[in-house]
């Protein structure tokens, strides 16, 4: 059966949502970037204290990884991330209430709110792996996961400048209380909108037919989910760990995820201090990279769904735009060698364009995970990446505080993206999905 008009396009309406629910997730994450060089001043907070606070969201986000993912294979995506996107729209918003602290409580407030924030978020990837998993066949889930991968620079391009104009004219605090709201406007959406396949109310049989017959976990999540059988996470955490593809993975990710994390927290403060620019120029200038990415992660999907489609391999197609793209991505090297913006800009540009081709990990894990645990293979692999939300922090401002310099930081970043390639060429074996682990 083929795509079109026939088999419907609600599967695209449910990825639209994904796309925006994702792009609030990466804004609020980027929250305190935005706020950082005017927040740091009033709270007289130095470069590796600023390191730790953003290392907060790392440290919560990673431990409910795993949790998150059960979460989700138990009681399904629609339900879980509902409540997860409530709670961390209400986190973001009460970062803004350190204004009225000062000194260590201030520092201390602002850690455990960021630590909320990383502990609701945690169901969120994972859970857009499941979705993509239950919603679309194999032949089009490349670009389904790149579309919604992208929507963290999508983020940067719709609210940076939005954020920026708010710490400006109204204040840092009001930046937090914009995003948990416009969080909680996407709850809304969201509750309306999605559900799992075969309980969606628009879903026409053909749809869910082609779904279903290409590869998609069409399977609903029971309303009264049985209770586990006694060793059945241990038996599928040995297996989700003890697999050499899926370790491969695991440090190809974390590897990638150290570019996404610069990106996030310390990029706005190297353009504010070490290139000179304004908050609100900043704000726009981190524009242009966020659209390069953007636009590098809807190719890096389309390019290996071609690829798939003219009879290369699973492996090959995903391979390709992964290793292509982070060997593009060693052009930020070229910012530590030009004084002018504008080319500074463009070795960005560059090399955030090819993280973004490179950025299919997503879509792998949505190829390799188990049929009977989607949900928690995907919070292991999400566990095992976002280590870096806590060293990459917690590294940079070490580093900055010990040099003042950010030419060692882009050459760390470098550094990633050419692991990330290695880990793809040497250590992922053959990509395809994995028995039961039942």
Not at 373 to 398: E, K, Q
């Amino acid at each position: 059966m083929e795509a079109g008009a026939k088999t419907g396009r609600v599967r695209w309406s449910i990825l639209a949502v994904l796309f925006g629910i994702t792009a609030i997730n990466y804004a609020d994450r980027a929250t305190l970037s935005l706020a950082a060089p005017a927040l740091t001043q009033d709270l007289d907070i130095d470069p590796l204290q600023l390191g730790i606070v953003f290392s907060a969201f790392g440290w919560a986000y990673v431990a409910a990884q795993v949790p998150g993912g059960w979460l989700l294979d138990r009681f399904g995506a629609p339900k879980v991330y509902f409540w997860a996107i409530v709670l961390w729209s209400l986190f973001t918003g009460m970062q803004g209430a350190v204004v009225w602290m000062s000194g260590a409580i201030a520092v201390t407030a602002l850690f455990a709110f960021r630590f909320l924030v990383g502990l609701a978020e945690a169901p969120s990837f994972p859970g857009n792996s499941r979705v993509v998993a239950s919603w679309f066949p194999a032949k089009e889930r490349g670009t389904a996961a790149a579309i919604f991968n992208s929507a963290q620079y999508f983020a940067t391009v719709l609210f940076a400048p939005v954020m920026g104009a708010i710490v400006y004219y109204a204040g840092w605090p009001w930046v937090f209380v914009f995003m948990a709201v416009a969080g909680l406007v996407g709850a809304a959406i969201w509750r309306s909108m999605v559900h799992e396949p075969k309980k969606h109310p628009k879903l026409q049989q053909a749809e869910l037919e082609y779904i279903a017959q290409g590869g998609g976990l069409v399977e609903s999540t029971p309303e009264k989910p049985e209770k586990a059988p006694a060793g059945d996470l241990k038996r599928k955490l040995k297996i989700l760990l003890g697999t050499p593809t899926l370790l491969g993975l695991y440090l190809a990710q974390f590897s990638i995820n150290t570019l996404t994390y610069f990106f996030i927290t310390w990029f706005p403060v190297y353009l504010v201090e070490e290139r000179g620019l304004s908050i609100v120029s900043a704000g726009l200038f981190a524009t242009v990279p966020a659209i390069c990415g953007f636009g590098g992660g809807v190719l890096g999907g389309v390019l290996s769904d071609w690829l798939l489609r003219k009879g290369y391999s699973l492996t090959v197609a995903r391979k390709v735009p992964v290793v292509a793209g982070m060997t593009l991505a060693l052009s930020i090297l070229g910012c530590n060698y030009v004084d002018d913006n504008t080319m500074i800009l463009v070795f960005m540009s560059l090399a955030f364009f090819g993280k973004g081709i490179g950025a299919l990990g997503w879509a792998v894990m949505s190829d390799v995970a188990p049929r009977d645990c989607a949900g928690l293979s995907g919070g292991i692999f999400n566990m095992f990446g976002n280590m870096s939300s806590i060293l990459t922090p917690i590294v940079i401002g070490f580093i900055l505080k010990e040099t003042g310099s950010f030419d060692l930081v882009l050459g760390l970043v470098a550094a990633a993206a050419l692991a990330a390639a290695l880990c793809y060429l040497l250590l992922v074996g053959e990509i395809r999905r994995l028995g039961s682990t039942e």
